[in-house]
């Protein structure tokens, strides 16, 4: 597969606790420079990242992150201000106490009123695979595909572990035809960011393709 290729297919994306101005705008530069779909980014910096890459890129940031607990009012008012600052997208992170509570009624219904809160713009569900059962993903598959959200998502990056090809071998197996899949979370090569594109991923959320498609330039 073609670099550019894959590059199309990445958030490149920098969500560390101390990520800065200078950081963010880095990321964006970078972004442009090698074609990536979208760069994702602290909520805090959406408005300034839009107002700098302006049509160049679009803008990706997380809502309820990383834990996902927040109350569902909080989370669509975070969203509803993401849109108001730009944002193109939107990653959520699922309340993962309902999941282990049975409540996928309540999961669900939280992702569709996050949904309207996009207003038309692209929606990703977080259920960071790495703390559910099998169960509970294909669960989770369904939740994300009846809710009318535009993704399902693997990780957050920031719990136990990130993407595996088994996950998402699995979400294409039970995801509704209309959901698209991002891996995310511990790509550590080209080869395996080629690899989840092969299995059925659209989407990977990554800070290190970039860098190693540079480091491949070198050699």
Known sequence: MERKEILSHVD???LAQTAGWESVRSLCEEAVAYGTASVCIPPSYVKQAKEYVKDRMAVCTVIGFPNGYSVTPVKVFETEQAIKDGADEIDMVINLGWVKDGRF???????????????GKILKVIIETCLLTTEEKIRMCQ???????DYIKTSTGFSAAGAT????????KHVGKAVKIKAAGGISSLEDAEKFLELGAQRLGSSRVIRLVKEESKE
């Open 143 to 149: 939740a994300v595909t009846n809710a009318g959200a």
């Open 12 to 14: 490149h994306t920098q």
């Open 105 to 119: 009624d309540l999961v669900e219904q939280e992702i569709s009123r996050i949904k309207r809160a996009c207003n």
């Open 165 to 172: 090809f088994e996950d998402v071998e699995l979400f294409a």
